[in-house]
């Protein structure tokens, strides 16, 4: 089986559902759900890649605390690889608090162990055990950010595939992307980050652009799936219809699907991304990043009862 290292923030989501109202200044106002779940984009792609039956490995930056414990718990109840999670006392497990109400949702964040995460002491000989490593959301990732294009070129240099989920960067200034994108094998990003990237509005050729620049764009857009470009050309691959109830960790799915896909079964670029849509869409079903928990054989049911 592949070896997968992902590569980035480990914090935990508290869930508040249905709110009474907007959260008003210097007022306390009720919701209707609450759930205290395992968050961050690369832990939520390790879950998922480990659900769909995947061989996993975590590499972060968790608190001494009991939000660290409950995130290196819940990896292993899932039977990713801790070993190479660090544990710091300096500063907390990140926290982000997601308050939705109808289709919004505010968040606040504590970056804490996100922002204090360092890689400088990795070398090649910690990444050749692995077949392909996803870093995902380094714009959170301040001390870490500044390594990435070192190890990218590193796992080429030793043989290891290599992608990037950069979710949103605030300043929208994409710092370092263009060391990262020609080193990567496939690069993931969503509707509002490929248009920022490329400043172009059509997601079409927002792709085409990306793919001057990096060997594999996979651009994704919500429920209307997502595009990959094959051999220069573009295809849009639908998504499979749903009603979600919370996108929360979509992508994120989506990216594991896509690489469950390529690296287990050996599909092409437009099969995986139609996996990764069906990981991404099962997602939507249920509150939270991780909670879905789609393995092989249901993401096949599910396309298989779709199809009809
Ligand atoms: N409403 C939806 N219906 C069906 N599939 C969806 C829906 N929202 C997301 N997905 C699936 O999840 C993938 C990732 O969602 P998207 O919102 O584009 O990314 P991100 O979570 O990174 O912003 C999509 O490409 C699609 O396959
Ligand atoms: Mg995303």
């Not at 508290?14 to 106002?29: A, H, R, T, W």
């Not at 690369?42 to 879950?47: D, E, L, P």
């Not at 380094?138 to 595939?161: C, N, S």
Request: net charge negative; hydrophobic share 40%; proline share 4%.
């Amino acid at each position: 089986m592949k070896q997968v290292l992902f590569v980035g923030d480990i914090n935990v989501d508290v869930m508040m559902g249905g709110l009474e109202c907007f959260p008003v200044l210097n007022k306390e106002i009720t919701c209707t759900s609450y759930e205290t779940t395992m968050g961050s984009s690369a832990v939520i792609a390790a879950c998922a890649y480990a659900s769909l039956g995947g061989a996993t490995h975590m590499l972060g930056l968790a608190g001494n605390d009991a939000y660290g414990n409950f995130m290196v718990e819940g990896m292993e109840a899932l039977g990713i690889h801790t070993d190479m999670v660090r544990r710091t006392d300096r500063v907390r497990t990140g926290v982000t608090v997601n308050m939705t109400m109808d289709d919004t949702r505010t968040q606040v964040t504590y970056p804490g162990t996100i922002s204090e995460f360092e890689g400088s002491d990795l070398m090649a000989a910690d990444l050749e055990p692995f077949d392909m490593m996803l870093f995902a959301g380094p714009y959170q990732q301040t001390k870490f950010r500044p390594e990435i294009a070192r190890l990218l070129a590193l796992a080429k240099d030793v043989g290891v595939q290599t992608a990037l989920d950069p979710q949103w960067d605030a300043t929208e200034n994409w710092e370092h992307m263009n060391e990262w994108l020609p080193l990567l094998t496939y690069f993931f990003v969503n509707e509002d980050e490929a248009r920022s990237l490329t400043q172009v509005d059509d997601l079409a050729e927002a792709c085409r652009l990306l793919t001057e620049r990096t060997a594999c764009p996979i651009v994704k857009a919500g429920k209307d799936g997502a595009l990959v470009s094959v051999e220069g050309q573009v295809t849009a691959v639908p998504s499979w219809p749903v009603d979600p109830v919370d996108t929360t960790g979509a992508g994120d799915s989506f990216d594991a699907g896509f690489l469950y896909a390529r690296l287990e079964d050996g599909l092409g670029l437009v099969d995986a991304v139609r996996f990764g849509n069906a990981v991404g869409a099962r997602s939507c079903l249920s509150v939270g990043g991780v909670n879905a928990k789609t393995t092989r054989e249901q993401a096949k049911g599910f396309m298989e009862k779709q199809r009809w």
